[in-house]
């Protein structure tokens, strides 16, 4: 479990990839989310399975949750999720 997280730093989520959506974009699944999120990437190489980390700020953090910004879409997951980006 991830402590002392403030808002603005920033996270990594592992995502599993479930599918190929159009050729620039994937389809993966984040633990804890509940939902299907599309993300750009255009590679050729992703496989369904694949774990990608996706990288994004913190934007709220609650006693067992966070809330993370992807680029645009925010996503709310449990605190044991996400990991620090190390630099």
């Known amino acids: 479990m991830v402590s002392g997280l ?3 730093d920033e996270v990594v989520i592992d995502a599993t990839i479930i599918r190929r959506v159009t050729d620039h974009r994937i389809s ?3 633990p804890t989310y509940g939902f299907p999120h599309s993300v750009r990437d255009s590679t050729t190489k992703v496989v ?3 774990t990608i980390e996706l990288i ?3 934007t709220r953090v609650e006693m067992d949750a966070v809330t993370v910004s992807l680029g645009g879409p925010v996503v ?3 605190l044991d ?3 620090p980006v190390k630099l």
């Open 6 to 8: 403030k808002i603005g």
């Open 28 to 30: 993966v699944s984040i």
């Open 48 to 50: 369904k399975g694949q």
């Open 56 to 58: 994004g700020s913190v």
């Open 76 to 78: 709310t997951v449990a």
């Open 81 to 83: 999720v996400v990991r």
